[in-house]
């Protein structure tokens, strides 16, 4: 028998206020057109001013769990992928944890920035395959509206907040990619490339910073990456890109998107897209896009999913999964 980490529950919270291309146009050298056409982003939304990323992450795993039908007391584990925490420390995971009224259970954030929710993914499952973990709540949640440069044209008009969180349980499989759950996992970083996509502050040189992006520089190294490690992920469930439902991509860029779907061989109405409405929202992307993907009818159970992400580090990695 095989433990696997069956999805029971998934969920998202966005904020209220939604900002389309043209704000920018007031205040910077930009048009909606060249968003869209170099982005495929056509809005995103922003925290409200006090707005933390542990109450959007509190609100998603709320969601889930709703989803899920059960409540935060058979929760033994939460996990958060950000870099936007609320504060240095404690976690933002622990402020979940106290916020759901949780008296028992242990959590920690992840940050592996783009690619934080496929850690984090990752993480779950190996509690669960090893069975340190029974039921665990992984959450994306950002707010990249607090570090960006609102003078930098190139990286302002990209990014989002929000989160999505989903709830894991233990369940026996028969360890053949039948099974639902987590089939297999892929993690790359390669540090050579840290100067790609940075934030040029943190807490031991004293400031907050803002996010610096040579963003065609990490375009280049996007499509490969990403179709490579999510072909590694299908090979080690002993599974073709033949036999994926659906994509469920890092929402950063449509022309990333689409090259990948591309280079694994699947037409676009395989590939779950919400780029256009929620902008990069870093860790949060990809469960966001999977809470909107199930909402809008597009994924069910049974369905293979691979997801996949890059962001900065670089880092990089995909989970393939049976919903
Ligand atoms: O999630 C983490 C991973 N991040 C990513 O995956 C992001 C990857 N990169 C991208 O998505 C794309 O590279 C961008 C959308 C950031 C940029 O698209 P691009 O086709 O790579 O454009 P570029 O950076 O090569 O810039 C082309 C031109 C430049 O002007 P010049 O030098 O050709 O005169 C930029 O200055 O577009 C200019 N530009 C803009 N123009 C109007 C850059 N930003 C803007 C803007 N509005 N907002």
Redesign the pocket.
Known sequence: MTTRAVVIGVGHYLPERVVPNSE?EAT????DE??RT??GIERRHFAAEGETTSQMAANAARAALADAGIGADRIDTIIVATSTADLTFPSAATMVQAELEMETGFAFDVQA??AGFIYALANANALIASGQAERVLVIGAETFSRIMDWSD???C??FGDGAGALVLEARPGGGTSDDRGILATDLHSDGRYKDL?YVDGGVSTQSTGHLR?Q??Q??RH?VEKLASTANISLGKANLTSDDVDWIVP?Q??I??IQGTAKKMGLPMDKVVVTVQDHG?T?AASIPLALSVGKQRGQIKEGDLIVTE????GLAWGSVVLRW
């Open positions: 920018f910077l050298d930009t048009t060249w968003i170099r982005s920035v783009c044209r190139s990286t008009v990209l996509l992006m963003g065609n990490v375009f996007a890092h950063a860029n022309r990333i990069n870093s992400a890059i962001g900065g």
